[in-house]
């Protein structure tokens, strides 16, 4: 099952201040945990399954709990998409507000990921922005 996450400012990707990769890079910190709509969207999702299951013929299951935010979590936001600058970093084509010329592909640009893997949704945007760029060329690369 997936849910989707909301946005919340205490959710954030920042660089590690102490550990460093094998050639001496910060490597990147999750600061992340589910919070009361995404426990409650759980509890849901898991009665849920649970009627489906039984309607099916199982006999018995086993709920988890919500868990935690990990390594495997979609780095989503960051870099939020809109038209405000004040709200976002980059508009609604991908380029930033106060940076001419940078263009962001990649989830950052999305405010959540939604209810299913967001892979394509990435990939769509990153060719919209590409397009995008390339029939703009002569206004945006300055």
């Known amino acids: 099952m997936q849910k989707t996450t909301l946005p919340y400012e205490d959710n954030y990707l920042d660089l590690d201040p102490a550990v460093k990769d ?15 709509n995404e ?41 939020r998409m809109g038209n405000n600058p004040e709200t976002s970093v980059v508009n609604a084509w991908g380029f930033a507000h106060d940076v001419p010329n940078l263009g962001i592909l990649g989830g950052s640009v999305m405010g959540t990921s939604g209810a299913r893997n967001p892979t394509l949704t990435i990939q769509a945007l990153a060719w919209r922005t590409a397009d995008h760029l390339i029939k703009n060329w002569k206004t945006i690369a300055v």
């Open 39 to 79: 426990k409650r969207i759980n509890v849901f999702m898991q009665e849920k399954m649970k009627q489906w299951f039984l309607e099916a013929g199982a006999v018995q299951m086993v709920a988890g709990p919500t868990g935690t935010m990990g390594p495997s979590t979609h780095a989503i936001g960051g870099t």
């Open 22 to 36: 094998s050639i001496g890079n910060p490597v990147i910190r999750i600061t992340a945990d589910y919070h009361d």
